[in-house]
């Protein structure tokens, strides 16, 4: 249960680093204006988008270790939600001067997590049919009319649609691989509808994430990614997956999601990291120059 729980930490800690990483990235580029998979393709010409890329890669290898260990999801994804806080850690740490609103708000994350870990019952074995990976295969598709819906919006709006987005696609992949079963020989995989499912949603959810980093600021959408991908893992795990909590720890549990959630939504309406301006905001400042100059000239 430990090396499980070590794994979580571990895949929280790079999924936090590699959001500053790929929001550099991100932001080095011209902004996109629809939902274009080549996006990631050239997005890896960019070394810290490649690196960050890198880090997501291991934090995801860590997140199915920790859920294979018969770790809780809701207690896995709670401490994976804890990325928001890294992130505004290290965004602190270049610089970035954070308010003490957001530095409660990461010890209300830290602490609600503690919570989580300490609720975490006995798993229950549950085999879904392979229909179920198939349906949740299917639930990419909407996740992405989702997501290119919140291209067309601004401000706010674009933080919740595209964050919201991000992170249910970051559910599926969530959901598939606690339920993954690894077959023998492990190759056999490449067969199995719960892989497809859980690289669906992890696609879809990094499109749509890299997309969001160049409109707002990354710790906001990272507030709304790991809300979304918490909440509705978690409830699905309960529900239908046999997690459970320790008998008398409903309160602590209950208390402990309250106070992660609080923190990322403390983070969503204080945290501003600048990063620095997109391609897109740096040309239209400096055709506003050109103008202006012009302007003066006449």
Not at 10 to 22: D, K, N
Not at 268 to 278: I, K, N, Q, T, Y
Request: proline share 4%; aromatic share 6%.
């Amino acid at each position: 249960m430990i090396l499980g729980l070590v794994c979580a930490v571990v895949a929280s800690v790079c999924y936090g680093s590699a959001s500053v990483l790929q929001a550099t990235g991100a932001r080095r580029m011209a902004t996109a204006q629809n939902l274009d998979p080549r996006l990631l393709v050239r997005l890896l010409g960019q070394l810290p988008y490649l690196l960050g890329l890198s880090l997501d890669l291991v934090g995801f290898a860590a997140s199915v270790v920790a859920l294979q260990l018969k770790q809780p999801l809701f207690v896995v994804q709670a401490i994976v939600a804890g990325n928001v806080g890294v992130t505004a850690a290290i965004v602190a740490f270049m610089g970035t001067r954070l308010k003490r609103n957001e530095w409660l708000a990461i010890t209300a994350l830290a602490l609600g997590l503690v919570l989580l870990a300490l609720s975490a019952g006995p798993e229950k074995d549950v085999v879904l049919q392979n229909k179920w990976f198939w349906v949740m295969l299917a639930a990419a598709i909407p996740v992405g009319v989702l997501g290119a819906v919140g291209l067309r919006l601004r401000g706010s709006g674009a933080a919740v649609v595209l964050g919201s987005s991000a992170g249910l696609g970051f559910a599926i992949t969530a959901v598939a691989s606690r339920t993954l079963v690894i077959p023998h020989p492990w190759w056999h995989l490449v067969h199995s509808p719960a892989v497809w499912a859980i690289a669906a949603g992890g696609v879809i959810a990094m499109l749509v994430f890299s997309l969001a980093l160049q409109r707002v600021p990354v710790t906001t959408v990272m507030a709304f990614v790991v809300i979304t991908e918490t909440v509705i893992p978690a409830g699905i795990g309960l529900a239908f997956l046999g997690d459970t909590i320790r008998r008398g720890f409903v309160p602590a549990a209950v208390a402990g999601l309250v106070l992660a959630l609080l923190g990322a939504a403390l983070l969503a309406r204080f945290g501003e990291v600048d990063l620095g301006p997109s391609r897109e905001s740096e040309a239209g400042r400096d055709r506003g120059d050109d103008t202006a100059q012009i302007e003066s000239t006449r």
